[in-house]
Structures are given as C-alpha cells and as structure tokens.
C-alpha cells in the first residue's frame, strides 16, 4: 500500500505539472472565464482541487505520528478560497505537490491502519480509516482533473496522456 500511496503521490504532481502547463499556453481572462462547470472556470475547478488538497492534510496532519513533511500545512489557516492569480496557484501547487510526495515517503505501514478524526465542512464528526481517506484525497483530485482536462480540451488544448499507467514501471 504505501508503494500505491507514492506512486499516487508522483502521479499526482506529474499531472498537475501537465494541467498547469497547458493552461498556462491561455490568457488569464480565459483561465479564469465562466465556462459552465460546476466549479465555473477552469480557475475555479483548480482553486477547488488546491482548497480541498490543503483541507485534507491539515486534516491528516493530526494524524499521532505527526508527520513532519505536513509541519508547514498544519501551521497554515484552513482555506476557504484561493486567490484568484494563476501564477499564484501555480506556485502554490508545485509546493504543496511536494509536500505530498515528501509526506507519503515518510509514511510507515503501521500509519495507514490508523482511525483519523476528523469534522467535515459541515462540523459533523468523522472516524474513517486513515489509508481509505488517503485513497480518496488522490481520487478526488483525479476526478477534478478530469473536469480541468475537459475545460482545457474544449479551448482546443491537450494535456497528453493521463493514465496512471504511464508511471507504473515495467517489470
């Protein structure tokens, strides 16, 4: 599980780097236009990925083992929005990406099999399997992901390949 959990966490970087990469070839106005999605723009849908990404480590930061790649996210105000600057997030997204690959290498096996507790946005209490939460922090941005590539397919960019299995070695 934790070799999974890394290679989610590589995974995750090689694709926002793809995101932002592409989305940066639009004009700001663009980036940040209404389109319809349920985040409206493409902006939005990322901001949404990054607020989330950071929600769940600080929720995952209380986790007993206390983590210290997860110092600087447990030390950060909850976010409730981003600002709304690409280059900002964009930054903003190359470290926090590092911080998840940097937290899952100091992960033990003996962390996952941990009930987090936790509130959710609406303050109602949770106990959850701490692996199962961290398989849904990587699904939830794949999923997003998905919206953002269709956003940036509609303004006639591609971003590549997407699958998982371009990081999964050869045996």
């Given at each position: 599980?934790?070799?999974?959990?890394?290679?989610?966490?590589?995974?995750?970087?090689?694709?926002?780097?793809?995101?932002?990469?592409?989305?940066?070839?639009?004009?700001?106005?663009?980036?940040?236009?209404?389109?319809?999605?349920?985040?409206?723009?493409?902006?939005?849908?990322?901001?949404?990925?990054?607020?989330?990404d950071i929600i769940w480590l600080q929720r995952f930061s209380e986790h007993p083992a206390q983590h210290p790649a997860l110092d600087q996210?447990?030390?950060?105000?909850?976010?409730?929005?981003?600002?709304?600057?690409?280059?900002?997030?964009?930054?903003?997204?190359?470290?926090?990406?590092?911080?998840?690959?940097?937290?899952?290498?100091?992960?033990?096996?003996?962390?996952?099999?941990?009930?987090?507790?936790?509130?959710?946005?609406?303050?109602?209490?949770?106990?959850?399997?701490?692996?199962?939460?961290?398989?849904?922090?990587?699904?939830?941005?794949?999923?997003?992901?998905?919206?953002?590539?269709?956003?940036?397919?509609?303004?006639?960019?591609?971003?590549?390949?997407?699958?998982?299995?371009?990081?999964?070695?050869?045996?």
């Amino acid at each position: 599980m934790l070799e999974h959990l890394c290679l989610l966490s590589r995974y995750n970087q090689w694709m926002n780097d793809k995101l932002y990469n592409t989305a940066a070839q639009l004009p700001a106005d663009e980036i940040a236009r209404d389109r319809g999605a349920f985040f409206g723009s493409l902006l939005g849908t990322l901001n949404h990925i990054m607020v989330a990404d950071i929600i769940w480590l600080q929720r995952f930061s209380e986790h007993p083992a206390q983590h210290p790649a997860l110092d600087q996210i447990r030390a950060m105000p909850k976010p409730k929005t981003l600002p709304d600057d690409f280059t900002a997030l964009s930054a903003e997204r190359r470290n926090v990406d590092a911080t998840i690959i940097s937290w899952c290498e100091q992960l033990d096996a003996s962390d996952l099999n941990h009930k987090l507790a936790y509130h959710n946005m609406k303050g109602e209490p949770a106990i959850k399997n701490f692996a199962s939460l961290m398989l849904h922090f990587f699904n939830h941005q794949t999923h997003h992901r998905g919206q953002a590539t269709t956003l940036l397919s509609q303004q006639g960019l591609d971003v590549g390949v997407t699958d998982l299995l371009a990081l999964v070695a050869s045996e």
